[in-house]
């Protein structure tokens, strides 16, 4: 349960940071951070997620569906 719980806040704050980036490329204000901070991040956590499922399997914290259909 505390695995599911904490890719469901990484995805959030996944989402959050592609919403980031978009409001930053929208508005074009040179002050703000560039861009590519926040999708840099987003690409982070999705490989953090990825590593954290693969890690949640092999220990058996979470069970894959033993059939697909």
Aim: no cysteine.
């Amino acid at each position: 349960m505390l695995v599911k719980l904490i890719v469901g806040g990484l995805l959030l704050f996944m989402i959050y940071n592609l919403f980031r980036a978009m409001m930053i490329m929208l508005k074009n204000d040179p002050d703000q951070p560039p861009m590519s901070k926040f999708i840099g991040r987003r690409v982070l956590f999705s490989a953090l997620i990825i590593i954290l499922m693969l890690l949640a399997v092999a220990t058996g914290l979470i069970t894959p569906n033993p059939r697909p259909y």
